[in-house]
């Protein structure tokens, strides 16, 4: 029988880093928690190790020939496993579910997430290609539905935090801080040959592949920033960016009378995961204090976008509309793909990119089957390209 003094939740993606940190925030407040849903792509051994240890309802891996492994391994719990996208995408219905934490990589979070708004959950979301891919579509659900939509990436919660009690007071313009990753302050030339390895080491944060790439090339900002579009109601000229190398500032509202309110703290993502998980509260955390003796000063600079393009690109998809940023992310997808195989040089992603921001067609008021098709073709299209030429 469900516990109805607790919230059940559901992640999505549960063996990845945003997953994991999220189970830490669970195991230390179980008198808040159940973990109701747990889903992973191809960790099996993972997934297992977390379904012993907090004894979800059900979980789900993605790769249809670890079902066997996984199902197996929790014959001797009461746990229910399933497998396939379509499992991942059809158990965020379930009737004991309160909140889906959407926390898988990439396009693949589109569908479960919009089944779970159109079920009636709320959704704590780590993943921006949701909103990216289809912002408008997402939001109009969640409206019909009555569904909270609570940002779970650090600079997003940031400017839902900043922004409570505001709701009478008009913004000026939001501004999102990013890192400037692994190559910041090097110019196009020096970072024509730069190696896999180089890139995955970002200087502030623990991320998994994709997204850490997608920070080096200032992708992940790109990103951000449409997704902030369609959190906030903002259009592209109400977003800025700025570099902040320490990542003490996660990011800022500016407001008409010109006063800015900024949420800071350590890098630490169990902080936005619990704020989402318990909001409106704020509980008592043992996190890492922030402490300002340890921060001779913290510094802000301009992203430099000849350098780093995929920002600009972002801007110009987010200006488009329609399903320029459904293609960006196919796209992104791909090229981020490609470079971790060492098909394609780093510099070499931005190019993949406009290519295909160019060539696949362009819809200016897309359906959810505009959107999948959209996706499939310029996955298509970036596989086929070969002989990218650096401008």
């Known amino acids: 029988m469900k516990d109805y003094t607790k919230k059940h939740i559901a992640i999505l993606g549960s063996t990845g880093s945003i997953g994991t940190q999220a189970l830490d925030v669970i195991r230390k407040n179980q008198d808040r928690f159940v973990v109701e849903v747990l889903t992973a792509e191809n960790n099996a051994d993972l997934l297992i190790e977390q379904a012993v240890k907090f004894k979800p309802n059900t979980v789900v891996i993605g790769n249809e020939a670890l079902y066997d492994k996984v199902n197996n391994a929790l014959s001797a719990f009461s746990v229910k496993v399933y497998c396939g996208a379509k499992s991942i995408a059809s158990v965020v219905e379930m009737?004991?579910?309160?909140?889906?934490?959407?926390?898988?990589?990439?396009?693949?979070?589109?569908?479960?997430?919009?089944?779970?708004?159109?079920?009636?959950k709320h959704i704590a979301l780590?993943?921006?290609?949701?909103?990216?891919?289809?912002?408008?579509?997402?939001?109009?659900l969640a409206r019909k539905h009555r569904v909270g939509i609570l940002p779970v990436d650090s600079e997003h919660s940031a400017i839902f935090q900043c922004l409570t009690g505001e709701h009478i007071n008009p913004i000026e313009k939001i501004i999102l801080t990013a890192s400037g990753g692994p190559f910041r302050g090097k110019k196009r030339a020096e970072i024509e040959h730069v190696t896999k390895e180089q890139a995955l080491k970002h200087p502030n944060w623990s991320m998994g592949a994709k997204i850490t790439i997608d920070s080096a090339s200032l992708m992940n900002k790109g990103l951000e920033v449409i997704e902030a579009k369609w959190l906030f109601g903002l259009e592209a000229d109400e977003i800025d960016v700025i570099i902040h190398p320490q990542s003490i500032i996660h990011s800022m509202v500016q407001f008409?009378?010109?006063?800015?309110?900024?949420?800071m703290g350590l890098p630490d993502m169990r902080i936005p995961i619990q704020y989402a998980l318990t909001y409106p509260e704020r509980i008592e955390s043992d996190f890492r204090r922030f402490d300002f003796n340890q921060f001779a000063s913290l510094t802000f600079e301009?992203?430099?976008?000849?350098?780093?393009?995929?920002?600009?690109?972002?801007?110009?998809?987010?200006?488009?509309?329609?399903?320029?940023?459904?293609?960006?992310?196919a796209a992104n997808?791909?090229?981020?793909?490609?470079?971790?195989?060492?098909e394609i040089s780093f510099p070499e992603m931005s190019v993949l990119?406009?290519?295909?921001?160019?060539?696949?067609?362009?819809?200016?008021?897309?359906?959810?089957?505009?959107?999948?098709?959209?996706?499939?073709?310029?996955?298509?299209?970036?596989?086929?390209?070969?002989?990218?030429?650096?401008?």
């Open 302 to 329: 301009a992203p430099d976008t000849e350098t780093f393009p995929n920002l600009a690109l972002a801007f110009k998809a987010l200006k488009k509309k329609g399903n320029m940023p459904c293609i960006l992310n």
């Open 95 to 120: 009737e004991s579910i309160d909140m889906v934490l959407t926390a898988l990589v990439g396009y693949a979070g589109l569908i479960p997430t919009i089944n779970a708004i159109k079920a009636g």
């Open 353 to 391: 990119i406009e290519e295909c921001m160019a060539k696949v067609p362009y819809i200016a008021i897309p359906s959810l089957d505009d959107y999948i098709r959209t996706d499939s073709e310029t996955r298509a299209h970036a596989k086929s390209i070969t002989g990218l030429k650096i401008k």
């Open 126 to 140: 780590a993943n921006k290609e949701t909103l990216v891919v289809a912002g408008e579509l997402v939001t109009d």
């Open 333 to 342: 997808e791909i090229a981020v793909e490609k470079f971790l195989k060492d």
């Open 256 to 263: 008409k009378d010109g006063s800015i309110k900024a949420q």
